[in-house]
């Protein structure tokens, strides 16, 4: 048995472990936890499995991941916190 | 020499599946959203070191190590970053975190 | 072992779908697509598309839910329950289905060299690549050379989808132009983000132009690059508010790079009459061929980069300027 297989094989249960809390939430933020918690697991997974196969010029896809993947989670906050200050100050003309 | 590395990176990869799976059953199994937060976030970065860390000790002097210290040093920017942005969104949307644990004693108020 | 791994994350990528479906709140089919896009990528690598891996990823990690949030911010996050039962759709999605699955019986075995598509034109691609062009990538090649008309074609389908994406959400009624929502301010009380967002923006942007001028030797090209660059720009529109982005880079300068991109690449071509060969042959562009065919792609890359950023950056600010009023 091969030492990447033993962590590709960590990596995939894991997973659909945030599979199943995305699929079952309760709230958003549960959903947008295990998107959180995917990306980074798909970072290693691209990472690990360039090594398996021996093609290590792809890293380049597990860096764009790296790199990138936490915009969409600002803009979750960003959209969160217009959404309370439109919801706040339409209280407050009330 | 190769041989240490080889049992070294070993140690890595297996410390950081171990830690990987520990996050994922925590993120799934603990009561809140708060306390589902923590396993998983913390245990993210700890993994992604270890595993990026054994895979470097197998890289040797190359590109793909100065891609994968970059990989690294990224993730560990961003992936706390992101752990606070979902934090604060959950807190300014008004989920309060649960503190009913500690007055009750462990019992959970429902 | 491979094959087994790209079986376990199709079958996750199927209940994905199926939930996404069946997800009554659009936020939370928004995250479910996230997930969808990324084990789209990994699949991808694993079938050894690299190419096409990296499109994923630097158009699903940021910009999609980006663009998508900016679409919910204007609709409400439930769906409309579905009143009326649409029996004919059953017999036509069934029969259709059914006639996929039939289909699919002759589909060659996965990886099998005697299937059709590897005895077509590939192998001369693959054997004319190295004389013609002479770069490692045959993707490229083949995108950016030998099929340079479709990758025209591509650039102004998104350079038209920009457009009808502006015209739509710049129609506004005259009477709803007061303004309920405080101006934008970004992440700008939040210290954390701001802080590792500067820090990362730079990279972001240097990765950008890697993916760019690197497409000849590994993954990448300009469609990819494009993005990410858009990418960072969105990261700093979110940091620093929609007003200070928009003064940093104006608008009429996305404009100018969406037409500019997919100007260049039409130019590209135009020159290759000029100087006396076919459109888009970039063979004449130089007096060595292949130096030539080298430029040409250089150019037509740019081209590609440029307009898919200006667009991108074009469509989230329509969004944003729309969420605004």
Aim: one cysteine or more; glycine letters at 8%; aromatic letters at 10%.
């Amino acid at each position: 048995m091969n030492m990447y297989t033993i962590v590709l094989i960590a990596i995939l249960v894991t997973m659909v472990l945030a599979v199943v809390r995305a699929l079952r939430g309760p709230s958003v933020y549960d959903r947008v936890l295990a998107v959180n918690m995917f990306g980074t697991k798909t970072v290693l997974f691209l990472s690990v499995v360039a090594f398996l196969s021996g093609r290590r010029d792809f890293l380049d896809l597990a860096l764009t991941y790296a790199l990138i993947n936490f915009v969409g989670v600002l803009a979750i906050l960003v959209f969160v916190q217009r959404r309370f200050s439109v919801a706040s100050s339409a209280k407050s003309e009330d | 020499m190769n041989q240490v590395l080889d049992v070294l990176s070993w140690v890595l990869l297996s410390c950081g599946g171990f830690f990987i799976l520990v996050g994922g059953i925590g993120a799934l199994r603990m009561p809140s959203f708060y306390t589902r937060m923590h396993a998983a976030s913390v245990t993210d970065t700890m993994a992604s070191f270890l595993v990026i860390g054994g895979l470097i000790l197998q890289a040797g002097w190359s590109l793909a190590t100065v891609k994968l210290v970059a990989i690294i040093l990224f993730l560990m920017l961003t992936s706390p970053t992101s752990s606070y942005a979902v934090a604060n969104a959950a807190l300014l949307s008004g989920m309060k975190p649960d503190t009913k644990f500690k007055a009750n004693k462990g019992g959970r108020e429902s | 072992m491979t094959i087994l791994f790209a079986v376990f994350l199709l079958s996750l990528l199927v209940i994905i779908a199926v939930a996404i479906i069946r997800a009554e709140n659009l936020f939370v089919a928004l995250m479910l697509t996230t997930i969808f896009s990324l084990l789209m990528a990994t699949n991808f690598f694993i079938l050894d598309a690299a190419d096409v891996a990296l499109t994923e990823a630097a158009i699903g990690a940021g910009i999609t839910t980006v663009i998508f949030l900016g679409a919910l911010a204007l609709t409400s996050e439930h769906e409309k329950p579905f009143v009326a039962v649409p029996w004919l759709a059953l017999p036509v999605v069934a029969v259709t289905a059914a006639l996929l699955i039939f289909a699919s019986f002759d589909n060659p075995r996965l990886g099998d060299p005697e299937a059709p598509i590897h005895q077509h034109v590939v192998p001369w691609y693959l054997e004319q690549t190295p004389k013609l062009v002479d770069i490692p990538n045959v993707v490229t090649a083949i995108l950016g050379s030998f099929r340079a008309f479709d990758t025209l074609g591509e650039v102004f389908v998104i350079f038209a989808a920009c457009i009808g994406v502006l015209f739509l959400l710049s129609a506004r009624k005259p009477s709803e132009t007061r303004c309920t929502a405080p101006a934008s301010v970004g992440l700008s009380q939040h210290l954390i983000p701001k802080v590792a967002g500067r820090f990362i923006l730079p990279f972001i942007i240097l990765f950008g132009f890697y993916v760019q001028f690197h497409g000849d030797f590994g993954p990448g090209g300009g469609f990819q690059a494009g993005a990410i660059v858009a990418t960072g720009l969105i990261l700093f529109a979110l940091l620093e508010g929609e007003e200070r982005a928009l003064r940093a880079f104006p608008r009429w300068i996305m404009m100018a790079m969406a037409a500019g991109g997919a100007l260049l690449y039409a130019l590209v071509g135009v020159a290759g009459i000029a100087m006396g060969g076919k459109f888009l042959d970039y063979s004449v562009l130089s007096s060595d061929p292949i130096a030539g065919q080298h430029l040409g792609i250089l150019l037509i890359e740019a081209g590609v980069g440029i307009t898919v950023c200006g667009s991108l950056l074009l469509i989230f600010h329509a969004f944003a300027a729309r969420e605004s009023f």
